[in-house]
């Protein structure tokens, strides 16, 4: 990290320590399926991906002509259609009345051009929504399956050449029905400003929510492999001969920054894994 932005992460730090999540007002959920087994970090050729985590696996597929949703943003979107979706406990969502306003709600400035964040939110937005994803559980005894859609429809009538401008339709997105009941009944705590903190790097965003999930019931000490660890969260990186290594420095890198927004979880490296003691999650359960 450059000292720019250590500097500026020590200073979201700071904020997040000065008060709670909910008397900040900033507490949001994540989706406890994808938390469990994610999403692609990098954009992937093929039109189905698979995570593993222990007994659960995910596997998500797409239209070909649309592609997977990839990186930070379908994961700040997954945050923000959640927590919405637990506040009005409603499936249809309102996105907004312009682009530009539901990118601040995400903390993306709207810059246009064929690299701009205009550009590549709404590509994101696009391979997200049309998503289809099937989760099973095998323990080689007993085996189930649920297959689940994630939005059932989008409308998206926002014009990118003119991200302020109110557009004459609101755009709304209706989440599936089996995936709007997950989430409102078994949503994941965060802190959404723990999330802008960690948005540059989809590892980071993905092992902050996973941590807070896991501290969540972790009544003892546990040391996980660090082959299934590359298992749900980077199945992107070669297996070495020598066991995780490029994917071991790349955690243990992040590790760094989501320990910086989240210190209380007790987290080491034990050699031939993580190691995780019982912590105080980063956002407690709703009562």
Not at 194 to 221: I, V
Request: hydrophobic fraction near 40%.
């Amino acid at each position: 990290m450059t000292r720019n932005a250590i500097d500026k992460l020590i200073t979201e730090v700071l904020a997040i320590e000065a008060e709670e999540a909910r008397e900040a007002g900033t507490i949001g959920f994540m989706a406890r399926s994808m938390v469990q087994a994610t999403m692609p970090h990098k954009n992937v050729k093929e039109h189905y991906f698979k995570r593993t985590n222990g007994n659960y696996s995910l596997t998500m597929m797409s239209d070909p002509d649309i592609g997977l949703p990839y990186g930070a943003r379908p994961r700040l979107l997954l945050a923000w259609l959640t927590t919405e979706a637990v506040r009005t406990k409603e499936r249809e969502l309102v996105l907004g009345d312009s682009l530009s306003q539901f990118m601040g709600e995400l903390g993306i400035i709207p810059t246009g051009g064929r690299h701009g964040s205009i550009d590549r939110l709404k590509d994101q937005m696009k391979r997200l929504f049309a998503a289809s994803v099937t989760a099973t559980y095998d323990d080689g005894d007993s085996w189930a399956l649920q297959n689940v859609t994630p939005v059932d429809t989008a409308n998206l009538w926002w014009s990118p050449a003119k991200p302020d401008q109110k557009s004459l339709w609101q755009s709304t997105v209706t989440l599936g029905e089996k995936f709007y009941t997950e989430i409102t009944e078994h949503p994941i705590p965060v802190d959404m400003r723990a999330l802008q903190a960690l948005r540059n790097s989809p590892l980071a965003l993905d092992m902050y929510c996973w941590l807070t999930y896991r501290m969540s019931y972790l009544k003892k000490g546990t040391v996980i492999p660090w082959v299934a660890l590359q298992a749900q969260f980077g199945s992107g990186y070669a297996i070495t001969p020598q066991g995780t290594s490029e994917f071991k420095r790349s955690f243990l890198t992040q590790l760094h920054k989501v320990s910086a927004v989240y210190p209380e979880a007790k987290v080491s490296n034990a050699g031939n894994g993580l190691q995780l003691l019982p912590s105080k999650p980063h956002v407690a359960k709703l009562r």
